[in-house]
């Protein structure tokens, strides 16, 4: 099959470029210019693509002929002048030769007399979108074109180009030109009406020897390939046409060859991509679809015209349904080539139109499609910048946020330290901060679980991305949002404000953040506030009424951080005691063998609690999650607990120090012996 569009402009005509501009400026050309820039010194030049040139005045330009000997400016720069065609004159050194010729959307052409130097090399023409009067200078100089092979005369608008008599015009190409395999004629009349008017009943079904009258000449030697885009009265889905290949609109195979003759028109391939999308919405599950090849046109499409914003949308939506039906199939199978050419796509896509919400909201479908079938990892550095501005841009569209966080999260949660560090490098403490200050602000509370859960974990055991969110003025947004579940717990439920279930769940990893941070005691001071500790205190009480047991058990946690701190002796109301009270309370009430959603990589933020010596309450709340763990998950905690020193000592000896009236020595005995039996140690007597 011919190759419609060449992949490259020839090396040599990066120099031509430079010299037609020249002459655009209306700057003279002397011998010297030519020797400099190539301009017709390439007498073996095969091929030439020239799109999209407007210049007016295009047949009259002025050229000076000068000798190589003679400087430019000197003596009356117009004495040599001469008057010649634009076109003869550029390929006036190489025409004889000239074998592939390609003038899209250069619509001053009017007069093509300069091809019959070309008439028995030429063998492509392409002149898409270039308007020619039906006269002797145009289609009467395409009849002399002898070796012509493929010939394309399409339009992008079909109302430019309506031919009178079509059929007779289009037979008498096709009949004078013996070579020819390929013709385009998208976007005009010259398919004819024949076909239409037997469908409307004026002529016998019966007399219709060819679905395209002005190819009937063809019927033995069909072309192969017809385009037939857009053209009049829908001629792409008649019948006994004489081609093997049609680039058409109306059936899928027809589509995908349109797809794939037409990548690189801007206008073109977007009217197919969007021919496409109509077509696979109503595609259902049991209809073949090619997605595969689909999906591979698409990224060249999207790669060729990324600055295009109304292909990259359309294109985006296609590729969803695509992709969809790709990973709901029975082999759930993306090639890795093919899946680092699609991520890249959209990252690309979304970075370039970052302020277009259609855009960005199509980009957002594919790539939570993509993540929970692939490994996002390889992806991080490209996407999650374009992520970030995307939660920047949309703050106040739930969807929108949510997506961002899910794949972020899904993006972050199992990374190793070092890169957790270097996405804290691109900021990304400071933008997550930023977006969750914008979610406050529109009190778009449903989308705070996700949030907090991915600053905890962009945190947790990272000073250096804790001192980032310090900075960023995160504690001040972690206890406004206290403040807001205070508020949001004391109105009536029938009110129109957070749902309590929300609030609820999005606390637990804002307190397991804020307990990380009690971890560095450089932030105590910016934590253990009197106004911050009392909301939260406040809230504990009415959370308590609530009998939340999940997020009582993480808030107990952080209040025993804070009072684990010698700042906690300077609070007044509540008094550190009364928060160990509280503490002691709640935990006494809790059941350990309830999951509870948390993960330790490591003991130590719970086993250093251990050596706080005048809070006994204290050790109450760390010996119950430590039976929680073992008890809930067995394989993983129950090694992990058995290896801990600072534990075992406490076991074997601090724990006997507490006076037997102590109201706490009864559950720190209950809670010690279970773990002591799990761990196999037995009950050491004291002495």
Not at 10 to 17: A, E, F, S, T, Y
Not at 525 to 531: A, C, F, V
Request: net charge neutral; proline share 4%; aromatic share 8%.
């Amino acid at each position: 099959m011919i190759p419609f569009f060449s992949s490259e402009t020839p090396q040599g005509l990066r120099k031509i470029v430079r010299s037609i501009t020249n002459l655009f400026n209306g700057k003279s050309v002397t011998d010297e210019d030519r020797k400099t820039h190539g301009l017709l010194t390439t007498p073996k030049l095969k091929r030439l693509v020239v799109w999209g040139l407007h210049v007016s005045q295009l047949q009259q330009l002025r050229i000076n002929n000068v000798s190589s000997q003679e400087r430019v400016g000197e003596g009356d720069i117009n004495a040599n002048a001469v008057h010649v065609d634009y076109w003869e004159y550029l390929t006036r050194d190489f025409i004889h030769e000239l074998q592939h010729l390609d003038v899209s959307s250069c619509q001053e052409i009017t007069d093509l007399s300069f091809l019959l130097k070309a008439k028995d090399s030429l063998k492509s023409l392409y002149l898409h979108d270039v308007l020619l009067d039906y006269d002797d200078k145009t289609w009467g100089i395409l009849k002399h074109l002898n070796g012509l092979q493929f010939l394309d005369v399409s339009q992008y608008n079909e109302l430019a180009s309506v031919f009178p008599n079509p059929d007779a015009i289009l037979d008498g190409i096709v009949t004078v030109l013996p070579h020819l395999v390929g013709l385009d004629i998208s976007g005009t009349n010259l398919a004819g009406m024949y076909y239409f008017l037997i469908q409307t009943g004026f002529e016998p079904d019966g007399l219709m020897p060819c679905g395209i009258m002005g190819l009937k000449s063809r019927k033995q030697t069909p072309l192969k390939f017809l385009g037939l885009l857009t053209t009049h009265y829908n001629a792409s889905c008649r019948r006994n046409i004489p081609a093997t290949n049609i680039a058409g609109g109306n059936h899928m195979e027809h589509l995908l060859i349109a797809l794939q003759c037409y990548l690189k028109r801007e206008n073109t391939i977007k009217k197919v991509i969007r021919m496409l999308y109509e077509k696979v919405q109503v595609t259902s599950d049991d209809t073949f679809l090619p997605a595969h090849t689909i999906l591979r046109f698409l990224v060249q499409a999207v790669k060729n015209h990324v600055h295009d914003k109304h292909t990259q949308i359309v294109a985006m939506a296609v590729m969803y349904h695509v992709l969809r039906r790709i990973y709901q199939g029975p082999t759930k199978l993306l090639g890795k080539v093919q899946r680092d050419q699609v991520m890249y796509c959209i990252s690309k896509a979304m970075k370039v139109h970052s302020h277009d919400f259609s855009l960005l909201r199509n980009g957002m479908l594919n790539i939570l499609l993509l993540t929970p079938y692939i490994n996002m990892r390889p992806y991080m550095e490209d996407i999650t910048p374009v992520l970030l501005e995307v939660g920047k841009a949309a703050s106040a569209d739930s969807f929108m946020m949510k997506a961002v966080a899910y794949i972020l999260y899904n993006l972050t949660r199992s990374l190793p330290k070092t890169e957790k560090e270097s996405l804290g490098d691109i900021e990304i403490v400071e933008k997550l901060c930023a977006i969750v200050d914008d979610l406050l602000r529109n009190e778009s509370l449903d989308q705070m679980l996700i949030f907090w859960t991915l600053l905890w974990n962009i945190t947790d055991d990272l000073p250096s991305n804790c001192e980032r969110f310090v900075k960023a003025k995160g504690i001040e947004i972690c206890f406004r949002y206290v403040s807001i579940c205070l508020d949001g717990l004391a109105k009536p439920e029938s009110n129109c404000g957070p749902v309590p279930a929300d609030l609820h769940e999005a606390q637990i990893p804002m307190f397991a953040l804020l307990s990380n941070l009690l971890q560095h005691s450089s932030f105590a001071t910016k934590i253990i506030k009197p106004e911050y500790i009392t909301n939260v205190f406040n809230l504990l009480e009415k959370e308590d009424s609530a009998d939340n047991e999940k997020l009582l058990f993480h808030t107990c946690g952080f209040l025993c951080n804070v009072v684990s701190k010698e700042l906690s002796s300077s609070l007044e109301a509540p008094t550190r005691q009364e928060i160990l009270d509280r503490i002691l309370h709640i935990t006494k009430r809790l059941d350990f063998k309830k999951q509870f959603d948390y993960d330790f990589r490591y003991l130590i933020p719970l086993t250093s609690l251990l050596e706080v010596k005048d809070a006994p309450e204290i050790h109450v709340w760390v010996l119950w999650t430590l039976v929680n763990l073992t008890e809930t998950n067995p394989n993983k905690y129950t090694s992990l607990v058995a290896s801990d020193e600072r534990l075992k000592k406490w076991l074997q000896t601090d724990r006997f120090n507490l006076p037997y009236e102590n109201k706490c020595s009864a559950e720190n005995l209950r809670l010690s012996e279970i773990l002591l039996t799990r761990l196999g140690t037995g009950t050491p007597k004291q002495s």
